[in-house]
């Protein structure tokens, strides 16, 4: 069964438009956790405009599932992780004033670079996932990296997926099986949401996790976080 994390970026951002601690990322983090969640994903952006570096400590010390941080492995990041030690790390490709992440890693190109953070950030005790387009060669390079899992970029996905939901898919159901005979775990995230999430979901058989915010957030003004929370939980039983 397929683990929902929930991306909290956005809560942050509402807090920092007031300069307060309201709302408190702290608060809705363990909410988020009671409310079904089996995981809390940060991604904390060079210019920190959703969620700090500071916030991390403090939700490593609250959060009883999984803590994931997302990030671009500059020094700063790397020195954050060693010092944090989430349950995982996810790395993404992103320049630093990037709107939000839109591409997987080049694998082949970046092979070295990886490598050597990939190294240094285990001996924290993480697990390190590389956010990877659906690419036989980058998966492959993937895995030469040493990274433990990857995690499908599925903004594509849900683009393609309400005018063809088949072809949507094709490049996941392609290549999850050779990423998982690679011994790669498999997440995915960016832009899943109630309506392409089970779809997703019962054709990737060895999804292991999925990172979910803009959406979940968005939905949560509607039908409460709660609510928004067993939903998508109930996409993914
Ligand atoms: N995975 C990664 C690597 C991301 O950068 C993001 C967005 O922060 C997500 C997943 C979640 O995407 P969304 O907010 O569209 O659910």
């Given at each position: 069964?397929?683990?929902?994390s ?44 959703h ?29 954050l ?10 790395l ?47 998966i ?26 088949e ?41 292991e ?29």
């Amino acid at each position: 069964m397929a683990q929902l994390s929930v991306n909290i970026n956005k809560i942050a951002l509402i807090r920092n438009s007031r300069g307060s601690n309201y709302p408190d990322i702290i608060q809705v983090a363990k909410d988020c956790e009671r409310f079904g969640a089996q995981g809390i994903t940060v991604h904390p952006r060079p210019d920190e405009r959703h969620v700090k570096f500071s916030d991390c400590y403090d939700l490593k010390e609250i959060v009883t599932t999984e803590l994931n941080i997302e990030g671009y492995p500059s020094e700063k990041f790397i020195q954050l992780i060693q010092e944090v030690k989430p349950h995982q790390v996810t790395l993404v490709p992103d320049l630093p004033d990037a709107l939000t992440s839109d591409n997987g890693w080049d694998t082949i190109q970046h092979e070295s670079f990886l490598k050597e953070i990939i190294g240094e950030l285990k001996k924290t005790g993480a697990r390190v996932s590389l956010f990877i387009d659906p690419i036989e060669q980058l998966i492959e390079g993937a895995a030469k990296t040493g990274a433990d899992r990857i995690e499908y970029y599925t903004g594509p996905y849900a683009h393609i997926f309400p005018e063809n939901p088949e072809h949507a898919i094709r490049k996941y159901q392609m290549t999850e099986k050779f990423a998982h005979q690679l011994g790669l775990g498999i997440n995915a995230g960016h832009d899943l949401n109630l309506h392409n999430l089970r779809f997703f979901k019962d054709r990737i058989t060895h999804l292991e996790e999925v990172s979910i915010g803009h959406a979940l957030i968005c939905d949560s003004l509607y039908y409460g976080l709660e609510n928004t929370i067993q939903m998508y939980r109930r996409c993914l039983d």
